[in-house]
């Protein structure tokens, strides 16, 4: 069964809800019949990129326009939710970038199996390490401890390497009729949308399951549960 994933590193409910999933897919009795692919998407593609990002805080507050009050409550709940999921919270010094190379080196990884892996180290720098995900030497520390080879990362970096995939992937979302993140999609009829607990997920993907293995010729209308996300412009909900 197929289980499409639209991501992106600056989301922090994409973080927790990744580990909300992998617990649930812990869980799954059949989970080894799962195929699972993650699929990028970029909340502010306008970002600054390169290590050259600046702070969540500052970028919530003076690009997104939205006053400390608000932002101070929507880290106040994604950090329950951190506590909950056992990850480290350092959001309000996490650094805000263009997510275009980081979503490259992920779509790299996917070659040798290791795409959930960079995933998480990256989400890992920017929700609980506070670094700039853009940083190309960040990259290439990355890849190397999940097991690619220096020259490749360096020289996707410095050419063009996956940015049609990454439209493309952005396009096939924008298609389905979504457009925050994360996006959870089982078998093309069962998504959801934010970080949900992992109970659900373990509800939703034993329900899609179900339905794959009794497939029908007629297409159903896909069923959706939605949590906390964020949006395209790159404001997540609290």
Request: charged share 30%; net charge negative.
């Amino acid at each position: 069964m197929k289980v499409e994933v639209w991501t992106d590193i600056m989301c922090p409910y994409c973080y927790i809800g990744k580990i909300h999933y992998e617990k649930a897919l812990q869980q799954f009795e059949h989970a080894d019949e799962v195929e699972l692919e993650w699929k990028a998407f970029q909340l502010n593609p306008e970002l600054p990129d390169n290590g050259k990002g600046y702070p969540v805080t500052q970028y919530l507050t003076e690009t997104a326009g939205l006053p400390q009050e608000k932002v101070d409550q929507m880290f106040a709940g994604i950090k329950q939710l951190a506590d909950a999921a056992g990850v480290g919270f350092n959001l309000p010094n996490a650094i805000a970038a263009n997510t275009r190379d980081a979503h490259r080196l992920i779509k790299l990884a996917a070659t040798i199996g290791a795409d959930s892996d960079v995933l998480r180290r990256l989400s890992k720098a920017y929700f609980e390490e506070a670094e700039d995900y853009s940083n190309q030497e960040l990259l290439v520390a990355i890849g190397k401890e999940a097991g690619l080879e220096e020259g490749g990362i360096r020289s996707m970096l410095d050419g063009d390497d996956f940015l049609y995939e990454i439209k493309q992937d952005i396009q096939e979302m924008a298609n389905l009729g979504f457009d925050t993140v994360p996006t959870f999609l089982m078998d093309r009829r069962q998504a959801i949308i934010g970080s949900e607990p992992a109970e659900l997920f373990l509800k939703v993907l034993r329900k899609a399951y179900s339905h794959w293995k009794n497939r029908t010729e007629v297409a159903e209308e896909i069923k959706m549960s939605r949590g906390k996300s964020c949006a395209p412009d790159g404001i997540c909900e609290i």
